[in-house]
């Protein structure tokens, strides 16, 4: 155990080991490595088993971390096993926090008996984890800790897996504060000039995966049932993912290839945030506590999401942006149109936001509250 000095607010370099099986670079990974580059600036110790070809081994090994190439496959469960139990074994970290279904099943048992101090099991993803006698066993007997990124994630593991709610802490990821944010007029004109349009161009918008979950097809209705009212506006869809030829049949369908837009994946959203006058999350599922829509309130952009997952875990209806029912285009709809039509509201909901999100959820935000999970643990 290792023995803390209590006299000063910094503490001994802790080794804090983090497992991702994932080799896409979306929501989980980016709050892993975010996290890790977070306790690595404080002067821990980072280590990162993950496969060699994702992007976050990839990034971790640039950052210079203690990286380590762990394929996390179905198939080669057994030695990825006995490679990560030799590992542990060998590093001896003081945190060992795992992060997907592969990897949290190959490392949290092969961690098992080895006296790890602090064992921590995130769980990013909303869909239900079933109670099986296998996840009873990873959630409640391997794990010292649970982090959820959404309350009903939170919830669920307290409901069905019957976790004490002393051992679960519901925890999304920080944003990091950019502090070069563009004026929306001058954000707005660039984009406009981006995507070769008139300077006096209006835009709504979202940033993320373009998956079926996040509900852009009820997304794209929306705008088709109020284009005519908001002629001025453009909607524009920042982002790839596999999704992205059934929205561009949509919008042919519909004959609004000169009004919606898809820009493609950018490493910097926060432009975009900033020339949106609303960004919406219409996710009908699987939601967890969506990083962009604190992002979007940061930027002091106007939001509205949808009842589902996490997200009215941040917005709270007509306090901090507008919620709808998912799947509901007509409402999403009449949610655009109040954002647009009532500035003064929209502007008071924003500066709400702004404040909610700095006093909850930065990155110094998350890592402190991490920290301290650590120190309730080690101490």
């Known amino acids: 155990m290792l023995k803390f000095h209590f006299s000063t607010p910094e503490y001994m370099i802790l080794k804090i080991l983090h497992t991702e099986s994932h080799r896409e670079w979306g929501g989980q990974e980016r709050r892993v ?22 992007e976050v081994y990839r990034r971790g090994d640039k950052e210079g971390w203690e990286v380590y190439d762990i394929p996390f496959t179905r198939i080669g469960m057994l030695k990825d096993f006995f490679r990560v139990r030799a590992l542990l ?3 001896r970290p003081d945190v060992l926090n795992t992060h997907g279904n592969t990897d949290s099943k190959v490392a949290l048992t092969a961690a ?5 101090p602090c064992v921590i099991r995130s769980r990013h993803s909303t869909p239900a984890v079933s109670n099986s006698w296998y996840n009873r ?15 009903c994630v939170t919830h669920q593991l307290v409901r069905d897996l019957d976790i004490s709610t002393d051992r679960i802490f519901t925890l999304p990821s ?29 835009f709504i918008g979202f940033v993320g995966r373009l998956s079926n979950e996040k509900g852009l097809t009820f997304l794209i209705d929306a705008f088709f049932k109020i284009r005519d009212i908001i002629p001025k506006y453009h909607l524009v869809l920042v982002g790839e993912g596999g999704f992205l030829s ?19 994946y950018r490493e910097n959203p926060w432009p ?41 875990d941040v917005i709270t209806h007509e306090e901090t942006g507008l919620l709808t029912p998912p799947d509901n285009a007509d409402l999403l709809a009449e949610a655009i149109l ?19 999100v700095q006093a909850n959820h930065t990155v110094d935000k998350m890592g402190e509250k991490i920290l301290e999970i650590y120190r309730k643990r080690l101490f």
């Open 272 to 312: 975009y945030f900033r020339a949106f006058d609303c960004f919406i999350l219409a996710s009908s599922k699987y939601e967890g506590t969506a990083q962009v829509i604190l992002q979007a309130m940061f930027a002091e952009c106007p939001v509205v999401g949808t009842n589902a997952g996490g997200i009215p």
């Open 112 to 116: 098992s008996g080895l006296k790890i």
């Open 174 to 202: 920080g944003v990091i504060p950019c502090s070069d944010l563009p004026e929306h007029e001058d954000a707005r004109q660039s984009l406009s000039a981006e995507l070769g349009l008139d300077a006096e161009t209006k």
């Open 338 to 356: 109040k954002t647009l039509g009532d500035e003064t509201s929209a502007k008071r909901r924003t500066e709400n936001a702004l404040r909610y």
């Open 246 to 264: 059934t929205l561009e049949a949509q919008v042919r369908e519909k004959n609004l290839r000169d009004r919606v837009h898809f820009p493609g």
């Open 33 to 54: 490595f975010t996290e890790c580059r977070w306790m690595s600036q404080k002067g821990h110790h980072i280590i990162l088993l993950a496969p060699g070809q994702s």
């Open 137 to 151: 066993l990873l959630y409640r007997d391997f794990s010292d800790y649970i982090l959820a990124t959404a309350n």
């Open 89 to 91: 074994g060998k590093i």
